[in-house]
């Protein structure tokens, strides 16, 4: 470009057509918080260090450290004996996970499950009152629910799933429904 055409749009094209009000800023691009990690497809049991990803999942999560305790009596075993990524007795605080899925949102998803047997009748049922309540203002929960569709299982998948993706950045109002996490 040279220097006259550098001047005339210096010059020129601000001026040409002065906007009558200033642009809206544009909308923050949200984006989901704790996204799906990739899957390992050749990992072995031996190989994974399931420890550091607990840890990572205390750390990533911010979950509040005087809870470690509680988390660190959860028995997570590393195994193939079923199909699916992972699975958890709550009751008993027994978690198994595939070494392909072992990352910190499986971990993330499976310990909101142990969270959420803790809950009163009162508050599991409160929940998803809660829950479709927020859904109505909050853009990043919206952005989830819309766009991850094992959240819309159940109540408790719901409510798993709202924590693996979001964490820290949950609707405030739905925190207390996670016991040991915040
Ligand atoms: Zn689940």
């Given at each position: 470009m040279c220097l006259s055409k550098i001047v005339k749009w210096l010059v020129g094209t601000p001026l040409d057509n002065p906007p009558v009000e200033s642009p809206t800023e544009p909308l923050p691009i949200l984006s989901i918080p704790h996204p799906e990690e990739e899957?390992?497809?050749?990992?072995?049991?031996?190989?994974?260090?399931?420890n550091q990803v607990f840890n990572d999942w205390l750390e990533d999560w911010q979950v509040n450290p005087m809870a470690f305790p509680f988390w660190l009596t959860v028995n997570i075993e590393v195994s193939n004996k079923y199909l699916f990524p992972a699975g958890t007795m709550a009751e008993t605080k027994q978690m198994w996970i595939r070494p392909e899925w072992a990352n910190p949102g499986v971990?993330?998803?499976e310990m909101a499950h142990i969270s959420y047997s803790l809950l009163s009748q009162e508050d599991k049922s409160k929940f998803p009152v809660a829950f479709l309540e927020a859904l109505e203002t909050d853009d990043?929960?919206?952005?989830?629910?819309?766009?991850?569709?094992?959240?819309?299982?159940?109540?408790?998948?719901?409510?798993?799933?709202?924590?693996?993706?979001?964490?820290?950045?949950?609707?405030?109002?739905?925190k207390r429904f996670y016991p040991y996490l915040f």
């Open positions: 899957i390992i497809p050749l990992a072995t049991i031996e190989a994974t260090d399931i971990i993330a998803h990043l929960l919206q952005l989830v629910y819309s766009t991850k569709p094992y959240m819309r299982f159940d109540d408790i998948e719901t409510h798993a799933d709202c924590y693996r993706y979001l964490g820290q950045q949950m609707p405030k109002s739905l």
